[in-house]
């Protein structure tokens, strides 16, 4: 079966075939490392992480190209916003790239804890001036920029009479274009839509480049369309970012490169859906904003306790990236619960013997279970439906739990179904979907914690119920829990 992907800009599922096979060229919008990240950061780079994983499981050799956003003037939905750099570094009193240096060490901090893989490569924007404004020079020299005191705005009423603005975002260009002027600076502006690609500076405005139209700043937009046709040529296979980039910024950025390159720069965008919490759009104005780093400690007056980084990215991989994930409590604890039960049943099946070539007693359930198997690959092609893999595992978890129990004799499975098992949970659980076992204790600890249990057991088996009873209470205190299996073995695990 084929990988199938949604195409934002064409709106419908597509067949994946890359432009240059095996080579695949991803962009994402990276952070803007202003402040810390918060749980809505959370989602895109790790649907991202999967998108990348699952094309290097493919066999693609992939060029994942995540940028870092360390400077520049935002617009959003038209509106002027500043830059966010300049204006935290002037909070916090530090100099801009101190500011930039800090935050970014904390993004990269937070997503090793959620097991990203490293981008290709990690441009910055203040890395990349002179690109992008050899990219304003070429679109005012095509007609379609124009420069007003030290500022250049891109002129989208001349760009919309030749090609379709709005055509990724759905908007309506007449509306965009409406001449009824909001305050702001607008003024500069020839028309409402139209957005910066480079803001002449005001005097005491710290982060400041020499340009042909004088000292000032790139706008946001014109960072991604320079980076990305620098890394990854004027035409490659995805785009990815979340769906608040829609509009104006993936919309711009093809407007931009569109001129530049005189065809639209990708082949697929693929955005994912945002998290509500408790039901509402995360936002400053409900209070609502949980940064990382309190979700990791569990100080926020939303959070009842903390989450691992691993619970996080199973309960956002537990839904399919275009649906509205919503955050609460309940979900992450469901989530914390669901995640240990998959990788106790891994470990149950790793601990299973196999090797030898046994035929199956229970040919019904060693089928079903084959055949779950079969549907893996076919979800994650189905558009990279995470969710329902995650499902199909589940379904297969009463079957180990039982071999363990000894409720279903081992040999009720062939011994290439237990060896398929074993491959097909490491694969699609930590290669695939880059989940890890929180919980597995490894080392010299695990050594003394199996040490312990067969005093414990010894003690029992001697009637010194003095020492089994310390053993098992004390462990208790600590966490870790003592029991007694069916066939006189002692067992132990972590709460
Ligand atoms: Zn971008």
Not at 137 to 160: H, M, P, R, T, W
Not at 291 to 296: A, D, G, I, S, V
Request: glycine share 6%; proline share 4%; charged share 25%.
């Amino acid at each position: 079966m084929a990988l199938v992907v949604y195409n934002s800009l064409s709106r419908k599922k597509e067949v994946f075939t890359p432009i240059n096979p095996p080579y695949v060229g991803m962009y994402v919008c990276g952070p803007t490392v202003s402040g810390e990240s918060h749980l809505g950061h959370a989602r895109p780079y790790i649907t991202f992480d999967v998108v990348y994983r699952y094309l290097l499981h493919l066999g693609y050799k992939v060029r994942y190209v995540r940028n870092i956003t360390d400077a520049g003037h935002f617009e959003e939905e038209g509106r002027e916003a500043e830059d966010k750099i300049s204006k935290k570094a002037q909070l916090e009193r530090m100099e801009p790239m101190e500011l930039v240096h800090k935050y970014t060490s904390l993004f990269h901090w937070a997503f090793r804890k959620f097991n990203t893989l490293e981008p290709s490569i990690e441009p910055t924007a203040t890395g990349h001036i002179i690109e992008q404004i050899s990219m304003i020079e070429d679109l005012i020299k095509k007609g379609y920029a124009y420069e007003v005191n030290g500022s250049v705005y891109f002129d989208v009423a001349k760009y919309a009479e030749g090609h379709d603005y709005g055509k990724l975002s759905g908007r309506v260009i007449e509306d965009l274009l409406e001449t009824t002027r909001t305050l702001e600076s607008q003024e500069e502006k020839k028309n409402k839509a139209d957005f910066a690609l480079w803001k002449a500076a005001p005097p005491k405005h710290i982060m400041r480049w020499k340009s042909p139209w004088g000292e000032g700043f790139p706008g946001w937009h014109i960072e991604c369309s320079a980076m990305s046709t620098k890394y990854l040529g004027s035409y490659f296979d995805i785009h990815g970012g979340g769906m608040d980039l829609l509009f104006p910024h993936h919309e711009s950025e093809i407007a931009q490169s569109t001129i530049c390159n005189s065809h639209a720069p990708v082949k697929y965008w693929i955005h994912n859906n945002m998290i509500t919490i408790n039901g509402r759009k995360m936002g400053k104005s409900y209070n609502n904003v949980i940064r990382l780093t309190e979700l990791f400690s569990g100080n926020h007056p939303l959070l009842t306790k903390a989450y691992s980084p691993m619970v996080i990215r199973f309960f956002i991989l537990q839904t399919h990236y275009r649906s509205v994930l919503d955050f609460s409590n309940e979900a992450l604890e469901g989530s914390e619960k669901g995640l240990r039960r998959l990788f106790e049943a891994f470990e149950i099946l790793n601990s299973l013997p196999g090797g030898e070539n046994r035929e199956g007693t229970a040919k019904e359930l060693d089928t079903k279970i084959n055949s779950t198997l079969d549907e893996l690959p076919t979800f994650l092609d189905d558009d990279f439906n995470t969710a329902k893999v995650l499902a199909a595992m589940f379904e297969i978890v009463p079957t180990i739990n039982s071999l363990k129990e000894k409720i279903i004799p081992v040999d009720a499975l062939s011994s290439k179904t237990i060896e398929r098992l074993k491959n097909d949970f490491h694969v699609y659980l930590e290669e695939i979907l880059g989940l890890k076992n929180e919980w597995e204790v490894t080392g010299a600890f695990k050594g003394v914690m199996n040490l312990l249990a067969s005093i414990r057991k010894d003690a029992r088996s001697k009637k010194d119920y003095y020492t089994s009873d310390k053993i098992r209470k004390e462990l208790a205190e600590l966490g870790i829990d003592m029991k007694d299996e069916k066939d006189g073995n002692v067992s132990w695990g972590l709460r």
